[in-house]
């Protein structure tokens, strides 16, 4: 495409995009008339009572998660129903019916090989998500912005025996490109009328339409004004296309197959409680993956569906939104899904300049991006049997999906959070080293998911003799730093209390670890001011253990310092900025005590008695106690807090640090 035609198309794009959003208007954020209620356990009896209470009906129930949708009469209010359920004794969960909307922006209807239905020509638009050298896609790109598809195929191409399960607008199961990878129900016998397998659906022999009164049939109908996007058949052909069957495009798992579970309409909207319904019921009938392109308010109903495919082995990967908003989105900000957010061709997060307006939504939930900028799958939009070009993160999460099965494929006894951790582990970085908030975790890449395997230590001596940059994985290690007690760190401990080591954020730490957990954690070795440090690393909580007790020591042996057992840090100063790796004890949560000779604005020293000038004018142990109290000049205090070391800006050596944690570290004695 030249210049003048870009111009054209990005400008025909914007009167598009302009004509939707005054379409559309302002939209409501959930369905009017509609209650979704959670019985206390054991109350579910009360229900007749309630209904009878509001004059409703039920329209549907969920045995596994213990919810009732309610169906208020004409023109009652919602929130003065949720209000009056709240105050029930019997009532565990009243909220509205929240709305979920496809994560797909309708901005660049291209087709491949057709006529775009801008109507500014024929275009071509090979699949460079998959592989791109450069040259193949009509916007240039960057060399292997992709996720190393080939590479991957090389080792698998996925199995039969992995569901991928796409909650979506369903599938066109007529479709030439997918109409092979169709999830068919084994328990069922095709429209007998009996629930053959006893699963509370009768005839989901191909997935199910969770839609109104629910049906057996899953077309995918999703045409939003006039435009035939057809969004659940296309992220189904990035995730599972049929490929080497000389036809159309590649998926990324070939083998693996796809099951349709409709829960959106042709507006593309759809309803919290279907959402959950058709989560549960992919987990319970063996999806490993469970792909949501769909975004919405915090849907409680769909965060507990989440949860409960998470308990079952399952991994939901949801899509981070299009809005170019920093706030949570949902489904993807809940604890146990995998949030995909969306690349383009030069490997850089998709924003207006690709999109003309939004951007691919970031913040503390991300984990990581994948291509989603002019991404080629399926649709009927022209012709049956064709192919369409989108943008948007609902075309990036499939990618992951597709990844996700990729994995199980050829470790099939793997947990969900070892495939989890393998994506994220496994990433392309692209934005800050480590994790940051626009990119999360980089970009991911298959390849690399399917043949790295991280360097395991028993210990966090271990560490010590390992090289900078290496991957480690590290489990059963103990917190002694928790989430927001010393700003961008965290420190675990072996549960011995022999060595302990830093973790760094570059920007925030993860939410909600606190002192005591026992934690998984992987990530990069580093160093930060001189400290060797786990960079970026990715924590995840397995158990609550004890807090453990501080290592009493010599103030002169803080930090690595020259007495004891540990070797000193000064012996590795022969280069400006050398790392402090000798001494075991940096990192230990540790106690000390001795008389305030310094006070600054966020710190204070305690003399050590070996009066050895840290490079800054001061002697002694340098207290960084950040927002706590300082105790006065001259006091003897007590100082409990992590045994650390820096390197001062200039300076060619290191000083001992102690970081206390929280305000009882600090005791003043006298």
């Avoid at 109507?119 to 050298?133: A, K, M, R, S, V």
């Avoid at 899904?337 to 503390?364: F, I, Q």
């Avoid at 012709?383 to 990036?396: F, N, R």
């Amino acid at each position: 495409m030249n210049n003048f035609n870009r111009t054209l198309y990005r400008l025909a794009v914007l009167v598009l995009a302009l004509w939707l959003a005054g379409t559309y208007g302002v939209q409501a954020d959930y369905a009017p008339g509609e209650v979704i209620v959670i019985p206390k356990a054991g109350k579910l009896a009360a229900m007749p009572s309630l209904l009878a209470a509001q004059g409703a009906t039920v329209k549907n129930t969920s045995s596994r998660l213990g919810s009732v949708t309610l169906k208020l009469p004409k023109g009652q209010s919602v929130q003065e129903a949720v209000n009056a359920l709240k105050k029930d004794p019997n009532v565990a969960y009243a909220g509205p019916n929240h709305i979920l909307r496809i994560a797909l922006l309708p901005n660049d209807p291209l087709l491949r090989d057709g006529y775009d239905l801008l109507g500014i020509g024929y275009f071509t638009e090979p699949q460079w998500g998959l592989y791109n050298d450069g040259s193949n896609n009509s916007y240039g790109g960057k060399l292997r912005a992709d996720i190393h598809a080939p590479e991957a195929w090389e080792i698998t191409t996925g199995s039969p025996n992995v569901v991928i399960a796409i909650i979506d607008t369903g599938i066109d199961y007529t479709h030439p490109d997918i109409q092979d990878k169709v999830w068919i129900n084994a328990g069922e016998i095709p429209n007998n009328g009996i629930d053959d397998d006893n699963n509370g659906y009768v005839d989901d022999w191909r997935g199910w339409n969770f839609l109104g009164a629910g049906s057996n049939d899953p077309m995918d109908d999703n045409s939003e004004q006039g435009l035939a996007i057809h969004h659940g058949t296309f992220t189904a052909g990035v995730a599972g296309a049929s490929s080497d069957n000389g036809e159309g495009i590649a998926g990324v798992s070939w083998d693996s197959p796809v099951m349709a579970l409709k829960v959106i309409g042709a507006d593309g909207s759809g309803l919290e409680d279907d959402a959950a319904r058709a989560v549960v019921y992919a987990a319970d009938n063996g999806a490993k993956v469970i792909n949501m392109s769909l975004t919405g308010e915090d849907a409680p109903l769909l965060h507990q569906a989440v949860d409960y495919a998470w308990s079952k082995g399952a991994l939901v990967v949801c899509a981070s939104g299009n809005e170019n908003l920093s706030t949570p989105t949902y489904p993807a900000s809940y604890q146990h899904a995998l949030s995909v957010g969306a690349t383009n061709e030069y490997d850089e997060r998709c924003t207006a300049a690709d999109w003309l307006s939004g951007g691919s939504n970031y913040g503390d939930y991300l984990d990581v991006m994948a291509p989603g900028n002019n991404i080629l799958s399926l649709t009927d939009a022209v012709e049956p049997g064709g192919y369409y070009t989108l943008p948007g993160t609902s075309a990036a999460a499939p990618f992951v999906s597709g990844i996700a099965a990729l994995i199980w494929s050829v470790h099939p006894d793997w947990t969900n959070q070892q495939v989890f951790d393998q994506i994220v582990r496994t990433c392309d970085d692209i934005g800050t080293p480590g994790w940051d908030m626009y990119t999360g975790w980089g970009r991911v890449n298959a390849y690399r998911a399917l043949t790295e395997v991280s360097s395991e230590t028993a210990t966090i001596a271990e560490l010590k003799t390992m090289p900078l940059n290496s991957s480690v994985l590290l489990k059963g290690k103990v917190l002694t730093v928790g989430s927001g007690q010393i700003a961008n760190r965290l420190y675990i401990q072996d549960a011995s209390s022999y060595a302990g080591i830093l973790l760094y954020f570059a920007e925030s730490v993860p939410a909600g670890l606190a002192q005591g957990d026992t934690v998984e954690v992987f990530g990069k070795l580093g160093t930060v001011s001189g400290e060797l440090a786990i960079t970026g690393g990715s924590v995840t909580r397995m158990a609550t253990a004890p807090v453990p007790k501080p290592v009493t020591m010599r103030n002169k042996a803080l930090g690595g310092g020259t007495t004891g057992n540990q070797q000193g840090v000064v012996d590795h100063y022969s280069l400006p900025r050398q790392m402090a790796i000798g001494a075991s004890n940096i990192g230990v949560l540790a106690s000390a005590w001795g008389k305030v000779t310094a006070i600054g604005f966020d710190w204070f020293y305690i003399d050590d008695g070996a009066g050895l000038d840290d490079g800054t004018g001061n002697t002694g142990v340098y207290v960084n106690c950040g927002p706590l109290v300082r105790p006065g000049l001259n006091k003897i205090v007590r100082v409990t807090g992590i045994s650390s070391c820096d390197i001062p800006q200039g300076a060619t050596v290191a000083r001992r640090v102690l970081r206390p944690r929280q305000q009882s570290d600090i005791e003043v004695l006298k």
